[in-house]
């Protein structure tokens, strides 16, 4: 059974930083690559950030460009985004998905709050 897990989400003041961790299994997380999206309210979701199969791939966003980086972790089946200098436009739900040819699985979303 195919699971992606995210968490790390949470309240965070301006300027501030999160971790967004996703764990996967049911799968070879290794072969897939790796994405982050995100959906404000009443919004379009929207690709944050990506990471290939192999982790030296990685492309953004030019909106979180500079601020955002995705990681992987091939032995322990998790990507991660890491995110820095927070903005209030930065909140939403944020998504993990996994990509390789015709499977693409969804995570359930976490909520990301910036907000003094």
């Known amino acids: 059974q195919v699971q992606l897990v995210e968490s790390g989400g949470g309240l965070v003041q301006p300027g501030g930083s999160l971790r967004l961790s996703c764990a996967a299994s049911?799968?070879?997380?290794?072969?897939?690559?790796m994405r982050w999206y995100r959906q404000a309210p009443g919004k379009e979701r929207e690709l944050v950030a990506v990471?290939?199969?192999?982790?030296?791939?990685?492309n953004y966003a030019d909106s979180v460009k500079g601020r955002f980086t995705i990681s992987r972790d091939n032995a322990k089946n998790t990507v991660y985004l890491q995110m820095n200098s927070l903005k209030p436009e930065d909140t939403a739900v944020y998504y993990c998905n996994a990509i390789r040819s015709q499977n693409n699985y969804w995570g359930q979303g976490t909520q990301v709050t910036v907000s003094s």
């Open positions: 990471t290939g199969s192999l982790a030296s791939i990685t």
């Open positions: 049911g799968f070879t997380f290794s072969s897939y690559a």
